[in-house]
């Protein structure tokens, strides 16, 4: 059963705006013990055919609220001080972020808000509001989803929790890959789904600490590869809100914290079509038989149709999350 009181503050802990450390990830995984799932690590013959090498899938799509998100949601929501529990928090996010501050305010009593667009998937938007928290909704086109935050935020004397550019955020997501790495420790390549940089970047500080030698490659949609463009420009580069069905990753920047570790860092970014997306989708429903969302299935199709040689390698793969309306899932299953 998770714990509901947060541990005391250690010595790791980054104030906001710090970059985060190696000792923060593992910070996080003292704390998120026996509130997270250790997802568990599956192997595949058909996915070593394809890819040439041996294959091993992180499944965060079967961690709390279905996504990695939990983790950094947790970790950043357990540090807060008495008064900022009280007064409560608030997040934006199209989902799974959303529904990860809403479980973890819950299991810290605290209320919350978020700030989700009007076209997130409806089991997404369900489930936040069962969790407890209120959601405020915007149209992801036309509006400015950060600006209606930090107003929200200010009239109410919430904390705002963004979704990937805040240290505690970051730790907490690189324990998927530290958790990986810990029982798969020769791995050769990682690929990691990218749409802030909050799970390549924590799982790259895992990588770095854990295993120098593994080649981390990070993986976005083919219409909003706009950390591909940031690493190969050498700064951040914002685009408009990319059309994809990986609504997970439909950001338009990487952040101010996540970017400079990504640059130092990442081996390669690669991009993968929604098609292939959909592809991957019906291999993780026919041969692994689970569920896996379409921003989960990043990792997956980069190793496949990136061009990075997977042949002869040990290849980690984080599927981070499975959260998807079941009618828009039978669609792509059927397609």
Not at 27 to 35: S, T
Not at 240 to 258: F, K, M, R, V
Request: proline residues 6%; glycine residues 10%; contains cysteine.
């Amino acid at each position: 059963m998770p714990h509901p009181m947060p541990p005391s503050a250690s010595a790791a802990t980054a104030p906001a705006g710090t970059p985060p450390t190696f000792a923060d990830v593992q910070d996080a995984a003292q704390r998120l013990a026996g509130n997270a799932h250790r997802t568990p690590v599956l192997r595949s013959v058909s996915a070593d055919d394809m890819l040439g090498g041996r294959v091993y899938f992180k499944c965060e799509n079967l961690q709390r609220t279905g996504s990695f998100k939990f983790r950094g949601a947790y970790n950043a929501l357990s540090r807060l001080s008495d008064a900022q529990r009280k007064a409560g928090v608030l997040a934006f996010s199209a989902g799974n972020h959303a529904q990860a501050v809403a479980l973890s305010a819950r299991l810290l009593d605290m209320p919350a808000v978020i700030v989700m667009p009007e076209d997130a998937p409806v089991s997404k938007m369900a489930a936040t509001r069962a969790y407890g928290a209120q959601v405020v909704t915007y149209n992801r086109y036309t509006e400015d989803r950060e600006a209606i935050s930090r107003r929200i935020a200010q009239e109410r004397g919430l904390t705002l929790i963004p979704p990937f550019d805040h240290p505690h955020v970051i730790a907490g997501q690189g324990t998927a890959a530290l958790e990986l790495l810990q029982e798969v420790p020769d791995l050769d390549l990682l690929f990691v789904c990218v749409g802030g940089g909050g799970l390549l970047a924590g799982s790259l500080l895992a990588a770095q600490a854990l295993a120098p030698h593994c080649r981390v490659v990070g993986v976005e949609p083919a219409a909003g590869n706009d950390g591909q463009q940031s690493v190969r420009a050498g700064h951040i580069v914002r685009i408009p809100t990319p059309h994809t069905i990986a609504d997970g990753a439909q950001t338009q920047a990487l952040g101010e914290l996540t970017f400079p570790i990504i640059r130092a860092h990442v081996h390669d970014m690669v991009t993968a079509t929604d098609e292939q997306l959909m592809q991957g989708l019906r291999f993780f429903a026919e041969r692994k038989k689970i569920v896996v969302e379409p921003t989960g299935a990043l990792a997956l199709a980069g190793a496949l149709h990136g061009g990075v040689s997977t042949r002869g390698q040990r290849v980690g793969l984080i599927i981070s999350g499975g959260n998807v309306d079941l009618a828009r899932y039978a669609r792509f299953l059927a397609d």
